[in-house]
């Protein structure tokens, strides 16, 4: 049987690795198959690796390593949740590396209700990407008509559940800006300030959640909050500071918000400061 594709890397926590699985939890009725697998797209009737096979991967990290994350993105046969949910099962706590592991699913943006408890329960991670959210609203509801759209880029509805929200960029598919992903957490607006019902506005966060969205949360999720992911002593002191206070400033300006330093471990490493 083909291998799936993984990738694996060492870190402080022991090994990491991202396996490339397209899959939602909240798909069409007999959906075609679509996996990445060997560097390649594998669709309709082709052979590909098997839901056995991602979890004969799965349940190895759960004995070596403490990460792994699965990207979720088009409707499939295989539900990631599922296979993780197998996975945990099948290695007991004594037995992992890690008793709990913070396991995670990249993209985790169109989730079956039903499915939101089932994350608590693991303890996985949803890795989303706020921008992917205001830009997909424009086409979302006709592809995935009223009743899943209005659980989709469900950021509240995730945090209610007492799911763990790691925020990204997806740069370069999306633009990188961390003010572009914060406004996009807290309005659910366009950039251009626009929104209807079917962009669901209940589903924003607040700005203290948005912050964490991109701070601490993703700390946690690779085992360094005690590390990095707040500003306070004896911890790696990485941090930006913003030409407006992004805690309090006009929703609209917060777009407006320009990068004045960059401090990484300490040391300035940009600085658009006037100095004397």
């Not at 390593?65 to 197998?86: F, M, N, T, W």
Request: aromatic share 8%; proline share 8%.
């Amino acid at each position: 049987m083909k291998r799936l594709l993984a990738r694996i890397r060492r870190g402080v926590t022991g090994v990491t690795a991202t396996v490339l699985v397209a899959a939602v939890s909240w798909g069409a009725t007999n959906p075609p198959p679509l996996l990445l697998a060997n560097g390649r797209i594998y669709t309709g009737t082709e052979r590909a690796p098997s839901a056995e096979a991602v979890l004969a991967i799965n349940g190895r990290i759960a004995y070596v390593g403490s990460e792994a994350g699965a990207r979720q993105h088009a409707p499939a046969g295989v539900q990631i949740i599922d296979l993780y949910e197998k996975a945990f099962a099948a290695v007991p706590p004594a037995e992992r590396a890690i008793a709990a592991p913070r396991w995670r699913i990249e993209h985790a943006q169109v989730v079956h209700p039903d499915d939101q408890p089932r994350f608590a329960k693991l303890g996985v991670i949803a890795s989303m990407q706020p921008s992917h959210a205001i830009g997909d609203l424009y086409f979302a509801p006709s592809r995935l008509g009223p009743a899943r759209v209005g659980t989709a880029y469900a950021w509240r509805s995730l945090l209610n559940a007492g799911i763990t929200i790691a925020g990204g960029s997806d740069a370069p598919v999306e633009r990188g800006e961390p003010q572009i992903e914060f406004y996009a957490a807290v309005t659910r607006r366009s950039l251009d300030g626009f929104a209807n019902a079917d962009w669901h506005p209940e589903q924003r966060v607040t700005r203290a959640e948005a912050l964490k969205m991109f701070t601490l949360w993703p700390a946690f999720a690779s085992f360094e909050e005690d590390q990095r992911g707040t500003i306070e002593p004896g911890k790696v002191a990485d941090f930006t500071a913003w030409s407006g206070d992004l805690m309090t400033i006009p929703e609209p300006e917060i777009l407006r918000a320009r990068c004045v330093m960059t401090v990484i471990g300490g040391e300035v490493v940009w600085s658009g400061l006037q100095t004397p």
